[in-house]
């Protein structure tokens, strides 16, 4: 059996970091969740995050910081915000200043400014309140002083939080927006402000939809529909905890417009809290898996780009995760995209990962027949990524076994009597870290022409699906065996047809 290399030239990974990504970033060591303050400048693209300096658990929280390129190599920075005996550095956002109406910079060095939730501790007067603060930096992200001024808003709330702020351009007035979020009582609050220090209260958005637990990480964004710039609406994301379609954490999204004052909906389902999920598959769900939470995007992008990362874990087992001196890693970057289906406008993702050809790391198939029954594939790899297409015909299933081995597999299930894809990670090796880690994942997928199009993402310890060029996703965490690297294809029941399969190896 071939085998695919997982990095080219890397030595084989320690028993206590066998679960290291080969394409995921992940800090060198210690706790890392939610990106922030994503940012392009210059040609780097800056990716901040939730981080714990001095330990694998969460606490201490501060921002931590990669740059890249090209959204594939990352390079670990130092701590960008610590954390000190007043605050905490929770989520936030970071923008580009350009015409420097912070007075943070010059007109001849714009700075970057964070805008992030100032954690109040019980050595600070303000002592259990969370509120809006600005850092800024003049040398590109490499250093950071906090404003003076800070907290620039506080509404002496306990859960006020996540800034996202983006540059609103209405035509006939410009002002920097908001989005931030009352967690408890699960609402989207808008501010602006012409100088990122004097806000000004526009309105709230919310209960809506998915209510189960509190609303986190917000985003607002305008996209055109299927690529024409005179059709475009607008993208509001809400994480929430608990409450997420497959359990604990998630992100959803409503479609609608936004005039510059107010987000209105146009994909709502319920209104008010609606604790029963009677329906939560309606909701719009940025993933249908167990591991793609605080997802936002990155500003100042060129070309107009919406793309987004998510950390990839769940807060029901974040904490007790087999990775060693490190925990947790973020999603590959997506690029979003809105599209009609059906009479409905909706979010389309690609992730931006490894998309070289198959060559001798990996290996093509061409059409040919499934027959029932498990066909294994001829290599292996713990990190790769996967092209597949199916004609399922009369067969009641078809799919993909990957991780497999001796001890595991991970099982990706379509489903043709129901029409629902399924990731199941029940026996994916270690799963008895947590009660709630042991799960099948599921998604309604409708077949196009007939066929069913899979592009997944398989790395040393996540799955991250692609259903009919991203229309619907599955992102969950695996911990196979070092030695669990076989793949398969397989069919129940006669009629299946393989119309191709790539595996590229990372």
């Known amino acids: 059996m071939a085998t695919l290399s997982t990095a080219a030239g890397a030595p084989a990974a320690s028993l206590t970091d066998q679960f290291r990504p080969a394409f995921h970033y992940t800090a060198e060591r210690n706790w890392l969740n939610d990106p922030n303050g994503l940012v392009y400048l210059n040609g780097t693209y800056h990716l901040f995050y939730q981080h ?12 931590g910081h990669a740059t890249s390129p090209d959204l594939l190599h990352w390079e670990e920075q130092p701590v960008a915000i610590p ?17 420097n109406t912070s007075g943070l910079g010059t007109a001849a060095n714009p ?7 100032s954690a109040y501790s019980h050595a600070s007067p303000l002592a259990g309140r969370q509120a809006q603060s600005l850092a800024y930096s003049l040398d590109e992200g490499r250093t950071w002083t906090k404003h003076q001024g800070n907290p620039v808003l506080d509404r002496a709330s306990a859960d006020f939080r996540d800034p996202k702020v983006f540059w609103y351009d209405g035509g006939g007035e410009s002002y920097w927006v908001m989005v931030a ?18 806000w000004e209260y526009l309105s709230t958005f919310g209960p809506a939809n998915a209510t189960g637990g509190v609303w986190e990480c917000p985003d607002l964004f305008e996209l055109p529909v299927d690529g024409n710039p005179r059709d475009t609406r607008w993208v509001l994301v809400v994480n929430i905890n608990p409450g997420g379609i497959a359990g604990g954490s998630a992100g959803q999204y409503f479609v609608g417009e936004f005039d510059g004052v107010a987000f209105r909906s146009g994909s709502t389902v319920t209104e008010g809290l609606q604790e029963d999920g009677s329906r939560m598959r309606e909701y719009g769900w940025l993933d249908w898996g167990r591991d793609y939470y605080a997802a936002v995007s990155f500003s100042n992008m060129p070309d107009g780009r919406r793309i987004m990362i998510g950390w990839m874990n769940n807060w029901d087992y974040a904490g007790s995760t087999p990775t060693g001196e490190w925990r947790s890693a973020m999603s590959l970057p997506r690029e979003v995209t809105l599209t009609r289906l059906d009479g409905r406008v909706v979010l389309r993702q690609e992730a931006i990962g490894y998309s070289g050809e198959p060559d001798a790391q990996g290996f093509r198939l061409g059409p040919r027949a499934v027959p029932p029954g498990v066909v294994e594939l001829p290599a292996s790899a713990a990190a790769a990524r996967i092209d597949a297409e199916f004609h ?16 595991g597999r991970t099982v990706l299930t379509y489903d043709t009597r129901q029409g629902v894809l ?7 090796g270690m799963t008895g870290f947590h009660e709630a880690f042991p799960s099948v994942e599921a998604v309604a997928v409708p077949l196009q022409d007939g066929r069913l199009r899979l592009r997944v993402y398989l790395d040393r310890c996540s799955v991250e699906v692609f259903a009919q060029d991203g229309l619907a996703t599955i992102t969950d965490l695996v911990f196979p065996t070092e030695a669990s690297t076989g793949m398969a294809i397989f069919a129940e029941g006669e009629g299946a047809q393989l119309v191709a399969l790539d595996v590229v190896g990372h």
């Open 392 to 407: 399922p015909g009369s067969a009641t299933a078809v799919g993909l076994v990957l991780h497999a081995g001796d001890a």
């Open 181 to 198: 979020v009352e967690a408890v009582q699960r609402q989207v609050v808008l501010y602006r402000s012409a100088d990122l220090k004097s």
């Open 83 to 99: 954390c000190d005996e007043q605050e905490a550095i929770f989520s936030g956002s970071a923008v580009f200043d350009e015409h």
């Open 52 to 63: 714990n300096p001095f330990g694998a658990d969460w606490g201490n929280m501060s921002w």
């Open 111 to 117: 700075p970057l400014v964070a805008i992030y939730t």
């Open 422 to 428: 399924r990731l199941d990670r029940r026996e994916s």
